[in-house]
């Protein structure tokens, strides 16, 4: 069922959207007086990651709509993760987590990558109906 794939893309980029700005409030609001300008400033990366890949996951989805190619579902899936492991890890960081947590953070990155090269590949493979 291909409307599958795309409903979860769609549901993962709203729901990683509204966290994103769920977590922006929170570090501006709750933990201004709590963390560091250095933590602080990794709180803001993670939420700008956060959004941005949100916006990501929502436009496979979109894409998806018209049927769920494996590079789309690919992509969201790269998308989805990198939001996980990248700013999530991010996220633990500036709230205290031991220093070797970041080991974790280049595989979300990474993650990223993918996601933005396969969305790449594709839009240049997809002929349309």
């Not at 509204?18 to 709590?34: E, K, P, Q, S």
């Not at 960081?93 to 974790?104: E, I, K, Q, Y």
């Amino acid at each position: 069922m291909e409307n599958a794939a795309a409903r979860r893309m769609l549901a993962g980029g709203a729901l990683a959207g509204a966290a994103g700005v769920l977590c922006g409030a929170f570090g501006a609001h709750a933990l201004r007086g709590l963390l560091d300008a250095r933590a602080l400033d990794i709180w803001r990366t993670a939420v700008d990651y956060q959004f941005w890949h949100a916006l990501a996951l929502l436009a496979c989805g979109l894409l998806a709509r018209g049927g769920a190619t494996r590079g789309l579902r690919t992509a969201g899936f790269a998308f989805a993760s990198g939001i996980v492991v990248f700013c999530g890890s991010l996220y633990a960081l500036a709230l205290g987590a031991p220093r070797a947590f970041g080991m974790v953070t280049p595989f979300g990155g990474v993650a990223f990558i993918v996601g933005w090269l396969t969305l790449a590949a594709h839009a240049w493979r997809f002929r349309g109906a």
